[in-house]
């Protein structure tokens, strides 16, 4: 019974998991997870890292975009008051080089969860072009996701420092020049 967290919402959503999240969560901070529900989608924890020196571009991040639906869906497009564009980008490694790429959507596909987190060698992000202002760390921005089927719906973007600061590989230094 005392092992109980109510607060925690990853408890409820899994409760499986409750002493081990709960923990880990509560360690670091009692809110630092957040979630964002639209139709059948959950839209897990958006994030974007601060802006590196001398670029005026940035990424924003989700643990994950989750579809609990029967049918698939489709990241269509995305604004944000904070940048003049926002583009779908696909990064992939070609022979050690980090490359990205945009594209015209994003499936989620039923039953699936497709995650987008930083410094992953093959995954999306969403790319902020023409930054009006540096991201700063604790700064939170909006953004509004639009899918093809769950509709339109405005998610908060938290600025923060990645809790690793990467494996050592080049997968983790995702500068965005264009
Ligand atoms: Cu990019």
Not at 123 to 130: A, I, N, R, V
Not at 132 to 161: C, I, S
Request: proline share 8%; glycine share 8%.
């Amino acid at each position: 019974m005392g092992s109980q967290c109510k607060p925690c919402r990853v408890c409820r959503v899994k409760p499986r998991l409750l002493a081990v999240a709960c923990g880990a969560v509560l360690l670091i901070s009692p809110v630092w997870a957040h979630d964002f529900k639209l139709g059948d989608l959950r839209v897990d924890h958006p994030y974007a890292t601060p802006t590196l020196p001398g670029l005026n571009t940035g990424a924003v991040y989700f643990r994950g975009i989750r579809n609990t639906g029967k049918f698939p869906d489709r990241l269509l497009s995305a604004t944000t008051p904070v940048a003049a564009r926002v583009e779908i980008h696909r990064m992939t490694m070609k022979a050690d080089v980090m490359q990205m790429r945009a594209v015209p959507s994003l499936e989620i596909p039923a039953g699936l969860s497709v995650p987008m987190k930083h410094g992953s060698a093959d995954g999306h992000h969403l790319m902020l072009l023409d930054l009006k202002a540096p991201l700063r760390d604790g700064e939170r921005f909006p953004v509004t996701l639009t899918f093809e089927r769950a509709g339109t719906r405005e998610v908060m973007a938290w600025v923060q420092t990645p809790r690793t600061s990467g494996t050592g590989s080049k997968a983790a230094e995702h500068r965005h020049r264009h």
